[in-house]
Nanobody, 121 residues
Framework: QVQLVESGGGLVQPGGSLRLSCAAS????????MGWYRQAPGKQRELVAT???????NYGDSVKGRFTISRDNAKNMIYLRMNNLKPEDTAVYFC???????????????WGQGTQVTVSS
């Protein structure tokens, strides 16, 4: 069983920065795709960023150039550095670990409980 625990959320002013962390426990290996997603009130969950075991990255259009995802396979950790935060970045941020892609879905797909990020003056 895999468990993911996010931390680092909070209240920040527009233009500020935060770093989110996700600690993975259980049978997590470097072959897992790891990622951050977010969900704002009344909206669907959306991609923020993903990172492969080989550190290939992909970002949602709204965060490109402002957010950076990274991973430390030895520590089973992933991070999201968020710069120049905007009020529209306010959401619950979720960590994800997935592997064994069938072409349609991931056979092993785990999510954390989420951490709240609020950007407001």
């Amino acid at each position: 069983q895999v468990q993911l625990v996010e931390s680092g959320g909070g209240l920040v002013q527009p233009g500020g920065s935060l770093r989110l962390s996700c600690a993975a426990s259980g049978s997590i290996f470097s072959g897992y795709l790891m990622g951050w997603y977010r969900q704002a009130p009344g909206k669907q969950r959306e991609l923020v960023a993903t990172i492969t075991g080989a550190s290939g990255t992909n970002y949602g259009d709204s965060v490109k150039g402002r957010f950076t995802i990274s991973r430390d396979n030895a520590k089973n950790m992933i991070y999201l550095r968020m710069n120049n935060l905007k009020p529209e970045d306010t959401a619950v941020y979720f960590c994800r670990a997935a592997t064994d892609y069938t072409g349609t879905y991931y056979m092993r797909d785990y999510w954390g409980q989420g951490t709240q990020v609020t950007v407001s003056s």
